[in-house]
């Protein structure tokens, strides 16, 4: 059980709080398109302000390789940071991060005072957490607050070095709500405990399969990883995703499960198409003859009976990855079938970010959900049981 001191545990009246969030939205000539990201860093900031911290926010876009580079400049996020806040946000432009509008603003702070720096991996030296940019970043501020869980399974400045050179460090709302769940859910679950895995590859989640058959009663394989499944139970799968290497480790995994008593499901029946394309012919066969040419883009209609049945009595299910190619309509409805289980049943719903979380999201099921992860990276590594960087560096309660 992971027990860090949370935004509530501080005094921070007069106080300059540097906050790390996770600003990296998609900007499209400028303008945000997704702005979830934004709107999930809000509460953590409305608290600070109220208990009038001098609140300074910091955050990484996207991968500008330690140069400034315009187009992946954080002014978007202030502008409209400043509307949801409806406040002013000052936006410290400066391409070293911390330089001279950033200090003469936090100077001018006064409580409640909001004010946001540049993208912080204009500096090279955030990737590599090194310790003058880190000594920087803490210089501005007596308090540190990680509220960026997306980005706490890399230890760079401003999710971990910062730590040594403040006097106090805590997590944010948003950290607090992702440890408890996708941690403590994962490590001490309400029984029967099904996970749902899913996505193109099994190499992605080895740790995680690994991981989960020692803690689930059931495991659900999905996606393009299935296909390897099936070929290390003797079926043939055509022109599908397989992961040849992988079809021993398969085999390793399927006999854990049985050893341990837990019950592995991969699809009986499998959406069959020649193209990968959305307007196409397709046809449903058994999973584990999928003919030559052809190639599995969904689950089928058994299948998605078969998991909605298994999921059905849970009390506690964790999901990470699609069912299929979700991206095109025809080969959809296998997510969508298993995003309408969880939808429907009474039980703690952990959707482990990425394209899960946009699949809930798009078919309007969000609400529904108990929690959708915000890091798809740093939610895959806290169900292979590690530790996050970024999370074992905040002080503890």
């Given at each position: 059980?992971?027990?860090?001191?949370?935004?509530?545990?501080?005094?921070?009246?007069?106080?300059?709080?540097?906050?790390?969030?996770?600003?990296?939205?998609?900007?499209?000539?400028?303008?945000?398109?997704?702005?979830?990201?934004?709107?999930?860093?809000?509460?953590?900031?409305?608290?600070?302000?109220?208990?009038?911290?001098?609140?300074?926010?910091?955050?990484?876009?996207?991968?500008?390789?330690?140069?400034?580079?315009?187009?992946?400049?954080?002014?978007?996020?202030?502008?409209?940071?400043?509307?949801?806040?409806?406040?002013?946000?000052?936006?410290?432009?400066?391409?070293?991060?911390?330089?001279?509008?950033?200090?003469?603003?936090?100077?001018?702070?006064?409580?409640?005072?909001?004010?946001?720096?540049?993208?912080?991996?204009?500096?090279?030296?955030?990737?590599?957490?090194?310790?003058?940019?880190?000594?920087?970043?803490?210089?501005?501020?007596?308090?540190?607050?990680?509220?960026?869980?997306?980005?706490?399974?890399?230890?760079?400045?401003?999710?971990?070095?910062?730590?040594?050179y403040v006097k106090e460090?805590?997590?944010?709302?948003?950290?607090?709500?992702?440890?408890?769940?996708?941690?403590?859910?994962?490590?001490?679950?309400?029984?029967?405990?099904?996970?749902?895995?899913?996505?193109?590859?099994?190499?992605?989640?080895?740790?995680?399969?690994?991981?989960?058959?020692?803690?689930?009663?059931?495991?659900?394989?999905?996606?393009?990883?299935?296909?390897?499944?099936?070929?290390?139970?003797?079926?043939?799968?055509?022109?599908?995703?397989?992961?040849?290497?992988?079809?021993?480790?398969?085999?390793?995994?399927?006999?854990?499960?049985?050893?341990?008593?837990?019950?592995?499901?991969?699809?009986?029946?499998?959406?069959?198409?020649?193209?990968?394309?959305?307007?196409?012919?397709?046809?449903?066969?058994?999973?584990?003859?999928?003919?030559?040419?052809?190639?599995?883009?969904d689950i089928g209609e058994?299948?998605?009976?078969?998991?909605?049945?298994?999921?059905?009595?849970?009390?506690?299910?964790?999901?990470?990855?699609?069912?299929?190619?979700?991206?095109?309509?025809?080969?959809?409805?296998?997510?969508?079938?298993?995003?309408?289980?969880?939808?429907?049943?009474?039980?703690?719903?952990?959707?482990?970010?990425?394209?899960?979380?946009?699949?809930?999201?798009?078919?309007?099921?969000?609400?529904?959900?108990?929690?959708?992860?915000?890091?798809?990276?740093?939610?895959?590594?806290?169900?292979?049981?590690?530790?996050?960087?970024?999370?074992?560096?905040?002080?503890?309660?």
């Open positions: 059980m992971l027990n860090k001191k949370s935004v509530e545990d501080l005094a921070v009246k007069g106080k300059k709080v540097l906050v790390r969030c996770d600003f990296n939205v998609p900007l499209q000539d400028g303008v945000i398109t997704d702005e979830n990201r934004i709107v999930a860093a809000l509460p953590t900031i409305q608290k600070l302000i109220k208990d009038g911290a001098k609140v300074i926010l910091c955050s990484h876009m996207g991968k500008p390789k330690g140069e400034p580079k315009p187009e992946l400049s954080l002014a978007p996020v202030a502008k409209r940071l400043s509307e949801k806040l409806g406040k002013e946000v000052v936006f410290a432009k400066d391409d070293t991060v911390v330089g001279e509008n950033a200090k003469k603003a936090v100077s001018e702070m006064k409580d409640g005072d909001v004010v946001l720096l540049e993208n912080t991996r204009y500096r090279k030296e955030e990737t590599k957490n090194e310790d003058n940019f880190s000594q920087e970043l803490a210089s501005l501020a007596e308090v540190f607050v990680n509220d960026a869980f997306g980005s706490s399974h890399r230890a760079h400045c401003s999710t971990v070095g910062v730590t040594k460090s805590a997590v944010g709302y948003l950290m607090d709500k992702e440890i408890n769940f996708l941690g403590n859910a994962v490590n001490n679950p309400e029984r029967p405990f099904v996970a749902i895995l899913g996505g193109s590859k099994v190499s992605d989640k080895i740790n995680v399969i690994n991981n989960l058959l020692e803690k689930v009663d059931t495991l659900i394989i999905g996606g393009g990883m299935a296909y390897t499944f099936a070929v290390a139970q003797g079926g043939k799968v055509g022109n599908s995703l397989l992961e040849a290497d992988k079809v021993e480790y398969a085999k390793e995994m399927m006999k854990k499960a049985e050893e341990k008593g837990v019950k592995f499901l991969i699809p009986v029946d499998t959406v069959i198409t020649k193209e990968f394309k959305n307007d196409t012919e397709f046809k449903t066969v058994p999973t584990k003859e999928i003919p030559d040419e052809w190639q599995g883009l058994k299948s998605r009976e078969l998991f909605a049945d298994a999921i059905k009595n849970a009390k506690t299910v964790v999901w990470n990855g699609p069912m299929g190619v979700f991206e095109f309509a025809n080969f959809a409805k296998g997510t969508e079938a298993v995003a309408e289980a969880l939808a429907n049943i009474d039980a703690t719903t952990i959707i482990g970010g990425g394209d899960s979380a946009a699949a809930v999201n798009q078919l309007g099921y969000g609400s529904k959900m108990t929690h959708i992860s915000t890091g798809g990276g740093a939610s895959l590594e806290f169900l292979e049981g590690k530790e996050l960087p970024g999370v074992v560096a905040v002080d503890d309660k």
